[in-house]
């Protein structure tokens, strides 16, 4: 009979023991998550709010800007882009031609950038009539305002480290999120929501369901937009390039080229071919150039798809430079010789590395480009689960702070739970190191904090 009670109290004891390190490990996963939340709820609100409008930017486009963005159908032939150049800088009297956007389709608007001083203006022009339908300053135009504010762009170049500090504990949030969701015997709160708005645990359910219904989505669009990052998507173009799944060096051996990056030139170069050499045009004397026009035939008979930009040489080895930015499986680049219009360079989209392929997929579909109506739609929904993820998780904390303080869940007892899982988010951060260093300025002052409060109630 002793042995039975002895066997009962230990199997007793280890249960209790194993309920207390599951407790502990909660506690220190609930920490991490509120500490998440805390750092990047307000952007990833904003982030969703923005990225939202830009997924329907054609759709926008013809409606709202459908003044300058569309034109009547077609009675005659459309005219070359030299003259609607020529009508474009008519417009902006001192502004120099920089780039032309073919119309993307029969009733589509034709647009030229050019420079004036250091703004660049947009003219919107009838490819049929040469008529001038709006000017623009680019910094104004309503999109690029929103890819600012998207990017924080307007806060300065190093603002965008927040970006990728916030995507880095996205990631982590949804892990965090998804262990505290884990089912632990509890009626609701799983896929069901219990009670009222007017209780905590309504607010808390329904955070859940949503972060178990959107916690893929949140994770994919904080995986897709780090490449566009100040650091970590640098770094890993980088990487991409060196190993040989990113930019088709081979297409650029044997060339002259210059050290002006294709980014500089094209504002639809992509992620992958940003950062990519222009090459020079070797014909230079040989021939007086073949002009903006004989440059759109070459690429109509290379079978470019309409909607290109294309830039306009600058100085005598400039060249005449393509690139078709949407639809991710016939984006292209095509650099030509200003004065041959010899293709030196022409890239399509298989010639990339898988790696950079990869990516550019990720990217399209984070901008809702790659499926029609269906990706658009869920990448909205994504976008209106994390706000509404945001807003409950904001109302939560709302509920449950003590009056005057900040309502921090508090620490596990079990220090080697805190320390296994505060481990575990480290190594995180080592793959992400902004959101790394962000994370052990929070552990710093988490443990300050720890060390004030014993101290004063001591």
Request: charged letters at 15%; aromatic letters at 10%.
């Amino acid at each position: 009979m002793s042995i039975s009670l002895q066997g009962s109290t230990r199997s007793f004891r280890a249960a209790a023991a194993a309920r207390t390190s599951r407790d502990a490990v909660y506690r220190a996963v609930w920490r991490w998550h509120f500490y998440a939340g805390l750092a990047c709820l307000p952007f990833l609100i904003s982030l969703s709010a923005t990225g939202a409008l830009y997924l329907f930017q054609p759709e926008i486009n013809a409606t709202a800007f459908a003044y300058r963005t569309r034109v009547a159908a077609p009675s005659t032939a459309p005219l070359g882009p030299d003259r609607l150049i020529f009508n474009a800088a008519q417009a902006v009297p001192g502004g120099t031609p920089v780039a032309y956007t073919d119309p993307a389709d029969a009733t589509a608007s034709a647009m030229v950038t050019l420079a004036d001083g250091a703004r660049r203006i947009l003219v919107y022009l009838d490819p049929y009539t040469g008529s001038v339908l709006d000017r623009v300053d680019r910094d104004g135009e309503f999109f690029m305002v929103l890819r600012r504010l998207h990017s924080l762009a307007y806060f300065g170049p190093w603002a965008n480290a927040v970006i990728e500090i916030v995507a880095g504990f996205a990631i982590i949030l949804v892990a965090t999120g998804l262990y505290l969701w884990w089912p632990r015997g509890q009626d609701g709160g799983v896929v069901t929501i219990r009670g009222t708005p007017q209780r905590r645990v309504w607010w808390r359910d329904l955070h859940a369901v949503t972060g178990l219904a959107a916690g893929g989505g949140l994770f994919f669009l904080a995986l897709t937009g780090l490449p566009w990052s100040i650091w970590w998507g640098d770094q890993f173009r980088a990487w991409t390039n060196a190993a040989g799944l990113g930019q088709p060096a081979a297409l650029w051996a044997g060339k002259p080229v210059s050290n002006v990056p294709l980014g500089e030139m094209l504002t639809t170069a992509g992620w992958t071919l940003q950062d990519a050499p222009v090459p020079k045009s070797e014909g230079a004397g040989s021939a007086p150039g073949i002009g903006i026009d004989g440059a759109a035939a070459i690429l109509a008979r290379l079978g470019m798809p309409r909607g290109y930009e294309l830039s306009l040489p600058v100085g005598p080895t400039g060249v005449f430079a393509a690139a078709y930015p949407r639809d991710v499986n016939r984006q292209r680049m095509i650099s030509l010789d200003q004065y041959t219009g010899k293709a030196l360079v022409d890239v399509h989209f298989a010639d990339i590395g898988p790696v950079a392929r990869a990516v550019q997929y990720g990217i399209g579909i984070h901008k809702g480009e790659h499926w029609g109506r269906v990706n658009q739609l869920a990448m909205l929904a994504f976008c209106l689960a994390t706000i509404l993820l945001a807003v409950t998780a904001g109302t939560m904390w709302w509920k449950r702070r003590p009056a005057g303080r900040l309502g921090v869940p508090p620490p596990p007892r079990d220090r080697r739970a805190a320390a296994t899982v505060t481990g575990i988010v480290l190594g995180l951060g080592v793959l992400f190191p902004l959101t790394g260093l962000a994370i052990l300025i929070m552990l710093g002052f988490d443990l300050a904090a720890g060390r004030t409060f014993r101290t004063r109630t001591a």
